[in-house]
């Protein structure tokens, strides 16, 4: 990801991917229940985030498995994929922390009706 922020989708993906290999569908409910409903993935829209993290070196396979006859692939986060992570929730922590103090401030200058 290097010096670029990261869109919403993708850190959800690795925020789900840090607590363990997933397959697609439980990356989609955790993304889901993660975002509280506002990130909705399809499955296209996944499995193509996936090819385009794994191709950045964030996520790889972790294997494959057939359940009720459907193929499951299994995806992991990368050392990188936890370093590019790690430092997109710590830009996002000092944004918000910067937004907080800033709304403090402007609180505390505003003078009693």
Do not use: K, W
């Amino acid at each position: 990801m290097g010096a670029t922020e990261m869109r919403e989708p993708s850190f959800l993906i690795l925020t789900a991917l840090a607590g363990g290999p997933l397959h697609g569908y439980a990356v989609i409910a955790e993304v889901a229940q993660m975002s509280q409903g506002r990130v909705r993935l399809r499955a296209g829209t996944l499995y193509a985030a996936l090819e385009r993290l794994a191709a950045e070196g964030l996520v790889a396979s972790s294997g494959e498995q057939v359940v009720d006859g459907r193929l499951r692939r299994y995806f992991r986060l990368t050392d990188e994929g936890e370093q590019a992570l790690t430092l997109e929730a710590r830009r996002l922590r000092e944004n918000a922390d910067r937004a907080v103090a800033r709304l403090r401030t402007a609180r505390s200058r505003v003078a009693p009706a």
